[in-house]
């Protein structure tokens, strides 16, 4: 039981560049969540899933797209790399319903310059 | 602007000593959790309080829920080194986001 995985743990883009951030869970979790954390603001969400097929916004969309085709993955995708993306990523996934704990991977460093 | 603020936003203090983070807001939350996140790693729950007023307890950490569901606190007792860490609080409203505070870094010097 891995719990929640996030590839790669480190990563360079040059501005305009698009990659994707992995996040898989293997606990069969309804719900999961992309935040970014940032020096002295916590984290804030941009996407979340309630299930497959299902994504929605949160605080800071913008310049990223997710989709969740399965259950177990919901990756993350930077459309045009821009240094305001730097930042360590993080996914996370949680049962769903009244259930409120939720399970964090170990982060992703992103650096665009 | 962040809808949760913790104070103080740093804390260094002897290990022995007693401390407590605050997490206010301006706004109602279903259920408000405690996270402790080490460098490098993802935050881990601490615990999750849901009922207006309540006070849970975890070993030397004291958890307390506001009574009208808007702040929260963490004490700690007779700090330990194995304390240190990034503290965030996290309140959970309807529309199944977690809205996260701005963290309190905290050093217990042995």
């Known amino acids: 039981n891995a719990g929640v995985t996030q590839t790669p743990k480190f990563q360079v883009l040059k501005t305009g560049q698009s990659m994707t951030l992995q996040c898989a869970q293997d606990?069969?979790?309804?719900?999961m969540s992309w935040y970014r954390q940032d020096p002295g603001m916590g984290l804030r969400l941009i996407h979340y899933s309630v299930g497959a097929g299902i994504t929605d916004q949160g605080e800071v969309p913008n310049g990223y797209n997710v989709s969740r085709s399965t259950t177990e993955d919901f990756p993350l995708r930077l459309l045009s790399a821009a240094p305001s993306q730097t930042s360590v990523y993080f996914c996370a996934s949680r049962r769903g319903g009244t259930s409120y704990e939720q399970y964090f991977g170990p982060g992703t460093r992103l650096t665009v310059t | 602007t962040q809808l949760l603020e913790q104070s103080p936003q740093f804390l260094s203090i002897q290990e022995g000593e007693n401390l407590t983070v605050y997490c206010n807001s301006s706004?109602?939350?279903?259920?408000l959790q405690w996270y402790r996140q080490e460098p490098g790693e993802g935050p881990v729950l601490l615990v999750t309080?849901?009922?207006?007023?309540e006070v849970k307890k975890l070993k030397r950490l004291t958890f307390q829920f506001g009574d009208a569901r808007k702040d929260s606190s963490l004490h700690i007792t007779a700090a330990q080194p194995g304390d240190t860490g990034l503290y965030l609080c996290?309140?959970?409203?309807?529309?199944?986001?977690?809205?996260f505070g701005t963290g309190t870094s905290l050093t217990v010097i042995p």
């Open positions: 706004s109602v939350f279903s259920s």
């Open positions: 309080v849901v009922t207006g007023g």
């Open positions: 996290a309140g959970f409203r309807t529309g199944n986001q977690f809205y």
């Open positions: 606990m069969n979790h309804e719900y």
